[in-house]
């Protein structure tokens, strides 16, 4: 990721800080950041998928179009939260982010198998995106509560409990 390597020095620094102000504008810069690149790059498979498909990996390929297109849809709505993760480990609440790794990774190891099972490589990469989502959206209420920061691109007013 472009975004992340360049805002967690930051991230930590301003938490030793104790500028909360300025993490939050850390986490609105770097969720719109993230969210406009990934929109990008979905719109670009959009219009050139198949033909970027062919280009550099062979005709043989262009079957993977949908799964492409299945897991960047999932990318860019996880995208929303920004670099949430990153908001956590870089605070020192890293054993939150492995908790909740280890409950979505079975969730989705369970999903992938029984979505496979129904509707083959398709369906392995819904539930993949789907395990994506629901893995940023919890890290996202996590931040939330721990540092008291959304992780969005955008201002809301609603209160995570």
């Not at 030793?16 to 929109?39: C, E």
């Not at 179009?65 to 908001?87: C, E, K, P, R, W």
């Amino acid at each position: 990721m472009i975004v992340n390597p360049i805002i967690g020095p930051q991230i930590a620094k301003t938490f030793a800080a104790n500028d909360h102000a300025k993490l939050q504008y850390y986490a609105r810069l770097s969720a719109g950041w993230i969210f406009l690149i990934n929109v990008f790059i979905y719109g670009l498979f959009i219009i050139t998928g198949n033909f970027l498909i062919e280009l550099f990996f062979g005709s043989e390929y262009l079957a993977a179009y949908n799964v492409v297109m299945i897991l960047l849809a999932g990318q860019v709505v996880d995208s929303i939260t920004g670099s949430s993760v990153l908001f956590l480990t870089m605070t020192g609440f890293e054993n939150n982010t492995a908790i909740v790794r280890f409950i979505t990774t079975t969730i989705n190891l369970t999903m992938v198998y029984i979505f496979s099972d129904l509707w083959g490589i398709n369906g392995a990469a819904i539930a993949t995106s789907i395990t994506l989502i629901l893995w940023n959206w919890i890290i996202f209420w996590v931040v939330k509560k721990k540092l008291n920061i959304y992780c969005l691109p955008f201002k809301i007013s609603v209160d995570v409990k």
